[in-house]
């Protein structure tokens, strides 16, 4: 112990001097210092991580993250009592857009639980949405996770609707989908295994860095060449020769690939789309 001391005065000393009399002139110094003070037993693995999960949030994008239109789970504005509720349990979600598929309109959002004060209430008639609509909040797939954070916690949002450059519906965003890229992966006893690889749309596809090769080639109908690597995380560092950080692009094997979420440890979530 006696002789950790001075490793981390050291460390807090150089610390103190960059923040308070030498400003850090960029995000990599930042980066340096936390590795410095995980490697000096100031902060541990999980602090650093989450640390640099909030700083990542500036340089990515909502279209990084979102839930994309194919996935979303929509209400029709003419859908019956029973319709609804049949939706809302096999999903499990508690907020649900509604749209007006002949406008291909998102027309507000209701919430699960006013569906079950309805029941609670025995209502005879069927459920009027209109009654219990709310205004859904629209953002744009350009909008940086920071500044979107930002506006949950402002204006107590937990969702928002994603429009692309034409303001038709891109996907969906929710608070949960901004704070996972801070503190990893939230589960709960309702969630589903999630698919490996989403399909944004556009030729543009979201990959789990642990998808296997096996699973790639399959669902590309390709077969990649990964001598010793089993997941495309893997094939894409060995593509770098190094661990790549996010934002960085490479083009393997007829495919361009970029990291969206990474730590220091590992990759976590890619972009990738055909050349």
């Known amino acids: 112990m006696k002789e950790e001391l001075p490793s981390i005065l050291s460390f807090l000393q150089k610390l103190k001097k ?3 009399h030498t400003p850090l002139s960029s995000s990599d110094e930042l980066l340096q210092s936390l590795k410095e003070a995980e490697e000096s037993h100031v902060i541990d693995a999980h602090s650093r991580s989450i640390i640099e999960g909030t700083m990542q949030l500036e340089n990515m994008e909502v279209r990084d993250i979102m839930v994309p239109r ?3 789970t929509l ?3 003419q859908a019956t009592t029973n319709t609804l509720l049949d939706i809302m349990i096999e999903s499990a979600h508690s907020r649900f ?3 007006n598929n002949e406008q291909h309109k998102i027309l507000g959002v209701i919430l699960a639980k006013d569906l079950l004060s309805y029941f ?3 209502q005879k008639t069927e459920f009027n949405y209109k009654q219990y609509l ?3 909040v629209l953002v744009p797939e350009s909008k940086t996770l920071g500044a979107l954070l930002r506006d949950f916690q402002q204006k107590k949002l937990h969702m928002a609707i994603v429009v692309d450059e034409y303001g038709e519906t891109a996907g969906l965003v929710t608070l949960e989908d901004v704070l996972e890229q801070i503190v990893g992966e939230i589960e709960d006893e309702h969630d589903l295994e999630e698919d490996n690889i989403v399909d944004f749309g556009g030729g543009r596809y979201l990959l789990n860095g642990h998808t296997q090769i096996e699973e790639f080639n399959e669902f590309f109908d390709v077969k ?3 001598d010793n690597i089993d997941t495309v995380a893997g094939l894409v560092v060995a593509g770098f020769t190094y661990l790549p950080e996010q934002m960085n692009e ?3 094997q007829k495919f361009h690939f970029k990291v969206l979420k990474a730590d220091s440890r590992r990759l976590h979530s890619l972009e990738v789309t055909r050349n």
């Open 120 to 122: 609670v209430e025995e």
């Open 134 to 136: 709310r205004d859904a």
């Open 250 to 252: 490479i083009d393997l």
């Open 70 to 72: 194919l996935k979303m």
């Open 18 to 20: 960059q923040f308070f």
């Open 224 to 226: 990649l060449q990964a």
């Open 97 to 99: 857009p509604v749209i």
């Open 75 to 77: 209400i029709d504005y």
